[in-house]
């Protein structure tokens, strides 16, 4: 078997509902089909638990696996049948690369972040978005003026801080104004910034209460000592 | 993260790149045409591969209520 070898990419699903330990010895059955029969791993990524664009088998998540290796042509359609009758493999891709795939393989390589592809981009996306939200908090409360730093890179941000910002400008001034002010903000804000809106809430609400209070206050007062008022009244009349 | 420039910079469409195929979809998550897309044929036709590509392994919709 003088024959020439080829580079392959090999992206396949297993079944996620079966236990990690199969998973990891089903991966490793294919690793080990593929180099017994001459053939050299390059990179094996495991891509984890991924939620399928429509359901396969009826089932909805799917534990993707990507390898890279050189075989000899023989050899994929021997793994393809292998892989067709497994069970546990709900679908897989073979693709031989070309030169260009090559390049863009290595150039990917080379990039280290990128190299987990789909789930990498996805986790930093998601956590970015979160420490947005987490900044954005804080200027509201602390600083609104370096807030408008902020604009600039977060887009989704834009439409919601304006208001915010020129309600607090005059709360620097009087309190009673951006209590007022404040209310309507915090309602536009419902659809983006749901961290937001129950913490401002609770400061209205805090504020209102405190409110409340000092006015509770004052008639229960008079309610106590107006009861004592005859008491002593009588006690001085006595 | 400019369109033009990615895409020029690019030789080869990899249908794991999911986040740039769904530039080139719509709603119900159809490859959009060229005369929409404005791309070069090549990028065109490589686009057309790896949306198929990923479609076949559950990365992207054969037909969605909403994408994106």
Redesign the interface.
Known sequence: MSVEKNTYELTYIVNAVISDDQIKDLIRRVTSYVSENGGEIIDVEEWGSRRLAFPIQKKRNGYYVNMYFRATGTVIARMERALEIDDNILRYLTLKMDAKMIRHYEKRKAADPDTIGLIAEERSRGSSKDRDNKVIGKDLRKVPVSSEGAEKEEKPAKTHERPVVADEKPAETDEKVADAGEKPAATEEKPAEEEDKPSEMAEDANEVAMDSEESSDEPSVEVAETPDDPEEKEKKEA | MSRSTNITEL??V??????LLKRYLNEQGKILPRRVTNVPSNFQRQLTRAVK?S????????V?DSLK
């Open positions: 030789e080869y990899d249908y794991k790149n999911i986040e590509r479609r076949h392994l559950a990365l992207l919709p054969f969605a």
